[in-house]
């Protein structure tokens, strides 16, 4: 039995002893200013941001901050063993439950729990004291919110249970016949497809906290199906490790297996029972699935050869700072689906459960990561990328008390996932001078050093060796294993031209560079037995023509599926514009340039911009707003052969992808209707796409994205706000600011428009759209009932309108069903 506990009494206020508190309304408590929040909870983003703060994690606030969280346990549960699990608290917390004191953690990313049997008050008021201490907040070279930014539950089990920390499944495909598990026989299966058998690995650990000995037995479910049963004795106080394996026959293929296409997940359900009448069951979903990596052939899923199409992704999702709501990164994943990825590194930590369990359901394949430091600080920018000096805070200072537990909690808490196929257990570890260096090298240039200071590139006998990374790439590689010995380690790499040369490869499965794909051809060379992949990689298209061109390339990680906070290069901005999204969710037009290159779904889409701001070729909006004959660059993005361009029906000629990988051309502005047509040459359908000139009216509209959300009092509701003319085109060439109000049964939380030079708060309810665009979201006060959400211009003496035209307000109506 779970518990969630989602609310809780919080504030930044110094609060001596909040451990001892016993009072149930704490509105008023001795003046500190506690308040009523929902959980998970990232405060920074509550509070105004500040050039005062920190750029490298989004100019931001810190603190200390103190949560007390309510829990009535029944009488009736007694004699349960009762676990508090905390998913994630960002950072250096300590906990208390009933005045006693638990126990405390530093990682701000790993999952912890504590046993708190002797704690709980049952039938009377409990109370959870945490404290959070993030003072030092320039500890990361990007975002990472404060507070209980996971979900908090109490886990309530019998006396004789499983540990649920302990849990781990596995189960692979086997091909009988003459070539058992050959090639040719996995494809005739596919990659989504079943096969003869399934080994299926199961580990359990039962805990007998009676007093008096117990028979015991255990049964394992596959969606209801009993696959394995085994009896046994535990002594009283007794623990035991039961590791089972089962060759379950699938002859029937009744068994489906997990991939990309098609994500089919299992119920694995334990169940123990003693003869005493205890009883203790969990659940989670799992999925058959096999993959790995070949030095010479790449990336395989069920006998397949696969290319990961893959992107690095932060945990914040804009406004929500890293308390994320299940169903927002839901929304998010369907557009990245939609693109084309099939791959999510988790950058450069772990992240939320919900993001693994989505990735197992709309398949996505992970490449989970643990560290971007170990013992050796990193550079953390404060004052803007690269200007220095720098600080020196950061996880460095816990890894020696801590790594080895949170590499346990890492591998254990994910190692059930079928979407799972690689541990990370650091980014850049080797980044020149930051702080490793070597005598080879008189002088380092890191991927990201632009600005640097010459002096700061020069080899420095003072600082530490890069050779000492092989000492810890063996430790940390060998506690990996010590949890999972199925899936790859790895490590992503951002100096391989010294790494490979002192020996950082030799304890790794797999090699991971980042932005070094000049190396790739002679590392292979080198290292036949290491298979290779991009870990992390730029836009060009160049890039990804290494990988579909060399066979033993596994894939790449894109810089970023989505724009982040934080790793900002100078006040006003507040995060990273790397991503092919914003902060809102909303496609970029390297979003569709991305998908020409990685979806097999036919389109086109067209994206221009004046000819005189185009200095990267990256900025391309779906504006056709100009001066008349002013020279615009225009770009098509398709996964077709053949784009042809027309300007009110008249053709400006076909092209054909380009050495950039686009369709391009340069045209003299004119208004009206400028389409792009491509034809599908097998089926002869043909996509088109235009961009209109509008007119000066402006119409605000309005989306509700999670139409039928399961409603609760937390659930929280996605609206997309759109500025369109009187005739429904889309206006994102001029940005009005608007004020949102919320009527019924919702409130208001906050706005994201994208826009991260806007440094006005996210809780506030005027923002200004940024290219046109604004997504609201609104959090439900119960199951039933209406809820209204009216977006009209902040300004209504003016209409809001830069451009001095009309605007026209919206009102959304839906009910607490998302209806």
């Known amino acids: 039995m779970e518990l969630i506990l989602n609310k809780a009494w919080f504030t930044l206020d110094k609060t001596e002893d909040a451990w001892s508190i016993r009072t149930e309304d704490l509105s008023d408590y001795e003046g500190s200013h506690f308040r009523q929040v929902f959980l998970p909870h990232d405060w920074a983003l509550e509070y105004p941001f500040s050039k005062e703060y920190s750029s490298g994690t989004g100019y931001v606030r810190g603190g200390t901050g103190y949560y007390r969280i309510p829990a009535d346990i029944p009488e009736d549960l007694k004699d349960s063993d009762i676990t508090l699990i905390f998913e994630g608290v960002y ?63 109490l886990l309530i089990q ?52 009676t007093s008096y000995e117990e028979t015991v037995n255990v049964r394992d479910f596959l969606d209801g199906k009993l696959i394995s049963e085994r009896t046994l004795k535990l002594s009283a106080g007794e623990e035991t490790f039961l590791d089972t394996g089962i060759e379950k026959n699938n002859k029937d293929r009744a068994l489906r297996l997990w991939s990309p296409e098609t994500p089919v997940l299992y119920e694995w359900k334990s169940v123990v029972t003693t003869d005493t009448g205890l009883k203790d069951e969990l659940t989670e979903k799992v999925g058959i699935t096999e993959t790995h990596f070949d030095p010479d052939k790449g990336f395989f899923c069920n ?51 919900c993001l693994y369990e989505l990735c197992d359901e709309m398949g996505f394949f992970v490449i989970d990561e643990i560290f971007d430091e170990w013992e050796g600080p990193k550079n953390k920018w404060w004052q803007g990328h690269n200007v220095y000096p720098p600080r020196h805070q950061g996880y460095y200072l816990d890894y020696p008390l801590w790594h080895e537990k949170d590499i346990e909690s890492f591998v254990k808490s994910r190692r059930s996932h079928p979407s799972v196929i690689l541990w990370s257990i650091g980014n850049e570890i ?121 066979e033993f390339i596994s894939g790449q990680c894109l810089w970023t599926g989505i724009d982040y906070l934080g790793e900002t290069k100078l006040w006003p901005e507040r995060g990273s514009h790397a991503g092919h999204m914003t902060t809102a969710g909303i496609p970029k037009a390297e979003y569709y340039f991305r998908k020409s290159l990685f979806s097999d779904e036919p389109f086109v889409k067209l994206a221009a911009m004046k000819a005189s701001e185009n200095k990267t070729g990256y900025g391309f909006s779906f504006s056709w707003n100009h001066k ?49 047509v491509a034809a599908d040459g097998p089926s002869g359908k043909e996509y088109s796409d235009s961009l209109i000139t509008h007119g000066d009216e402006t119409v605000i509209r309005t ?17 997309l706000v759109t500025l369109a003319d009187g005739n429904g085109n889309p206006v994102c060439d001029r940005d009005i600011e608007l004020c949102a109000q919320i009527e019924g049964e919702a409130v208001f939380l906050h706005m994201d428009s994208g826009d991260l030079s806007d440094t006005t708060p996210y809780t506030e309810k005027i923002r200004r759209t940024y290219e046109g665009n604004l997504m609201l979201y609104v959090r439900s006060t119960g199951v039933t009932g209406d809820i209204s959400a009216e977006l009209k211009p902040a300004d209504c003496s003016t209409g809001g309108d830069p451009a001095g035209g009309k605007v026209s307000g919206c009102k959304l109506c839906f009910s607490s069903d998302g209806v």
């Open 703 to 719: 989306q509700l994205i999670d139409r039928g959300l399961k409603a609760d009092e937390n659930s929280v509701y996605q609206i």
């Open 158 to 209: 019998p006396k004789v249970h499983e540990k649920f920390s302990e849990r781990a499944f596995s189960a692979v495909p086997v091909y009988d016949g003459p070539g058992r598990g050959s090639d040719s026989e996995k494809k005739d299966s596919g990659a989504s497809g079943s096969s003869d058998s399934v080994n299926i690995r199961i580990n359990h650990v039962l805990v007998n906290n």
């Open 91 to 153: 950072k250096r917390c300590r906990v208390w439950m009933n005045q006693y004191y638990l126990g405390d953690h530093a990682n701000g990313y790993t999952s912890f729990s504590f046993d708190v049997s002797h704690a709980i008050l049952f039938g009377k008021p409990n109370y959870i004291t945490v404290e959070v201490n993030h003072e030092d907040i320039s500890d990361s070279r990007w975002y990472t919110g404060s507070g209980i930014e996971r979900p908090v539950k």
């Open 628 to 676: 008349d004959g002013e020279l615009i660059d225009v770009e098509a993005y398709s996964n077709l052969p053949e784009v042809e361009l027309f300007l009110n029906e008249k053709s400006l000629g076909i092209r054909k992808r380009d050495e950039r990988g686009r369709f391009s051309w340069q045209v003299p502005f004119e208004a009206g209707t400028l389409k792009a």
């Open 303 to 353: 006998g397949i050869p696969m290319k990961l199409k893959g992107v690095c992704l932060h945990e914040d999702c804009g406004s929500f700072g890293n308390a994320v709501p299940k169903n927002v990164w839901e929304s998010r994943l369907k557009l990245l689906k939609e693109m084309g990825v099939n791959t999510i590194r988790m950058s450069h930590n772990p992240h939320s459960n």
């Open 430 to 550: 080797d980044y020149p001078n930051d702080p490793y260096c070597h005598r080879s090298f008189s002088q380092m240039t890191g991927n990201n050093d632009a600005g640097k200071p010459a002096a700061e590139r020069m080899y420095d006998e003072k600082k530490p060796d890069a050779v000492r990374l092989k000492t810890l790439i063996k430790e940390l590689s060998g506690l990996v294993r010590k949890y999972d010995c199925i899936r790859p380690v790895t490590l992503a790499f951002a100096f391989p031209e010294l790494s490979s040369k002192i020996g950082l490869f030799e304890d790794l499965d797999v090699i991971g560079y980042n932005y070094k794909e000049q190396y790739y051809e002679q590392d292979h060379k080198l290292f036949p037995d290491k298979p290779i992949f991009g870990s992390e990689n730029g836009h060009e298209y160049s890039q990804w023509r290494y990988v579909l061109d060399n």
